[in-house]
């Protein structure tokens, strides 16, 4: 027994505290140390009752039942409540009933305080049922019974601007995507949906009454066509935007794969000691080959472990690309570099980077600098530039451009107007607030080793990432 248990000492007033309970309503009370557990025996005055069944009063005492109820009086260790409950009879009906007490729910033997103890716990995303569990001294499976009981989180009213998108936390018979709504201007998530599907979605809307689904202004998607299909169908008095953040990552995929095919390239075989030999003996036809292989190596070796300066935004890049950032000896290169030296010397491997790169950094200037004014002509220039370049890649994302171009135009309506400090920011719609729900999501589901309940990983998730909400301290029904 830990020496904190072994040395402690509660005195009436002491548990009269603990318990919350008042000294009118105890006949006894004590406290017993035991190498196992701490006992707390409990034995309540004796009062007047009303039937449930007739609502006779009475205090007519049948006979007594000893209950052990599990208590967090101290965390990781066992603590027990040792209940001595009158059962009473009726008078009149002879209806059998136990007296009212302030430590437990009906028909449970966990206390009121212990409940309490570990729904509060739950709100962490880095708890478990498990965790909670062997904290109170109670079994996994209880601990999620207890959530299941007291927790039941509705969905919220559908906002003026709400954010669709989805995270694969949760497999089951739907599918592995969870679908999310968030409402963009208080950040909370309204509800969590088992499927992203067309038919689900159609199915969940439309149980939503007309008069709801007509207040939603503005819908702000990822590139998935059915949320654009089922936003129009179901919210008759909405514009449609596409995120920012998943045109540029779209782009970003694109880059990639020019970047994997210059790559591949300037693939070469391993400089053999045979080829060196040659070199340096001046034979013309192996210094050739092994010149070649060499500026091909270092190509490889720039691609591959410094091809992120090429994706770097606005922000990182005055940060990482810095001129006057200090040079650092590179041993495979030979010489003092920093990050801009670097990017050049990847730019100068192929014109296909440096088409794309340019390209990324127009994409970029667009999505900062346009506004809902000139947005559609900004476009259609940079979807006539993806479409003239003779870069394949390229040409496919002015396709896709194309295709969301009245989505992406939408995106530059501004929605919020907020006063930070001397500061005015507009608000554009954008589903940044989705990505961190998003991780809570994953971790959640990383944490638990996943949920075989869309109910309760569906309650779990709204009662952690909504502040507000909460559980009943009563037991649902």
Known sequence: MPSLIKSAYFNREDLLQLFNLKEEKIEEISVSHKPEAVYIYIKLLRVVHNCPVCDTETDAVKDYTDKKITHSLLTNYPCFIMYKARRHVCPVCNKTFYEKNPFVHKNMKISVVTVSNVLQDLKSVSETFTSVANRYNITSTTAAAIFDSHVFISRKVLPEYLCIDECYAYSGDDGKYVCVLIDFITKETTDLLSSRKKDDLVRYFDQIPLKERERVKMVCIDMWDTYRIVAKDKFP????????????????????RVRIRVTNENKSPKITNKLKYAAKQNDKEARIKYNDYTKKGKNYYLLRKFEWLLYLNSEKRDYYLDIGREKLMNRRLGRYLNYNDLLNLILEIDPDLVEARDYLLSVDYFFREAN??????????????ANTSSIKELNQFGMTLIRWKNEIVNSFHIVETIKVGDKIIERKINNGIAENKNRTLKLLKNHSNGYKSWDRFRNRALYVLNEDATYSLSPLK
């Open 237 to 256: 008095e909405c514009i449609v935007a596409v995120d920012k953040f998943h045109i540029l990552q779209e782009l970003n995929r694109k880059i990639k």
């Open 372 to 385: 809902i004014k000139n947005a559609r002509e900004k476009l259609n220039e940079l979807i006539e530039m």
